[in-house]
């Protein structure tokens, strides 16, 4: 099992950026693909990115294509998410997740391991 906290989280205006940063526990988190997703109040979880074990394969949402990227260093142990051009609509709960599986893939039902997750709020 691998333990997540993320962090980075807060209050912008639209068209500010953010950068969210998910560390991990334990050994094996260079084993398993990564990711981001977002739930905004009543509404369900929705995928944002992910990433493979090795870094090499990146999936978006169509939603966030272009604006968002994802990144991991495997000797430090993070996953990062770097937010531009944010919108109103970007404001979700933000919660970093392990793979059950080395590639990247953008399925919440095939993650494990969840972090408790970080508040985006973008004003408009």
């Known amino acids: 099992q691998v333990q997540l906290v993320e962090s980075g989280g807060g209050l912008v205006q639209a068209g500010d950026f953010l950068r969210l940063s998910c560390a991990a526990s334990g050994r094996t988190f260079s084993m398993y693909g990564m990711g981001w997703f977002r739930q905004a109040p009543g509404k369900e979880r929705e995928s944002v990115a992910a990433?493979?074990?090795?870094?090499?394969?990146?999936l978006y949402a169509d939603s966030v294509l272009g604006r968002f990227t994802i990144s991991r260093d495997n000797a430090k142990n993070t996953v990062d998410l770097q937010m531009n051009s944010l919108k109103p609509e970007d404001t979700a709960v933000y919660y970093c997740?392990?793979?059950?599986?080395?590639?990247?893939?953008?399925?919440?039902?095939?993650?494990?391991?969840w972090g408790q997750g970080t508040q985006v709020t973008v004003s408009s």
């Open positions: 990433i493979s074990r090795s870094g090499d394969v990146t």
């Open positions: 997740a392990r793979s059950r599986y080395a590639v990247a893939h953008l399925s919440p039902s095939l993650y494990d391991d």
